[in-house]
Nanobody, 116 residues
Framework: VQLQASGGGLVQAGGSLKLSCTAS????????MGWYRQAAGKQREWVAG???????DYADSVKDRFTISRDNAKYTVYLQMTNLKPEDTAVYYC???????????WGQGTQVTVSS
């Protein structure tokens, strides 16, 4: 699976951004899709995920601020980010899990920078 992430940029604290992750296959072929982020000097951390059935889950740090959604017709998963904070600054990656045994694919990452 090839994943193309986009939508990152520079935004002031309190602002919003919407990230997109477009897959090369139907989302119905995936078990789970998620967004992760990696800040400079830190480990990559999970942010949000959405299952093939549409069930969503979020890290506590972004709950009530970020929303993950999917458009099956466009093979695309979105991450709507609101009330952004400087600590949200990171490279954001999308991930797709597919099949059993699970095969994981990663997108190339998109930079999100939140200025204070």
């Amino acid at each position: 699976v090839q994943l193309q992430a986009s939508g990152g940029g520079l935004v002031q604290a309190g602002g919003s951004l919407k990230l997109s992750c477009t897959a090369s296959i139907s989302l119905f072929s995936t078990n789970f899709m998620g967004w992760y982020r990696q800040a400079a000097g830190k480990q990559r951390e999970w942010v949000a995920g959405i299952s093939s059935s549409g069930r969503t889950d979020y890290a506590d740090s972004v709950k009530d601020r970020f929303t993950i959604s999917r458009d099956n017709a466009k093979y695309t998963v979105y991450l709507q980010m609101t009330n952004l904070k400087p600590e949200d600054t990171a490279v954001y990656y999308c991930k797709a899990d597919r099949g059993i045994p699970v095969v994981t694919s990663w997108g190339q990452g998109t930079q999100v920078t939140v200025s204070s």
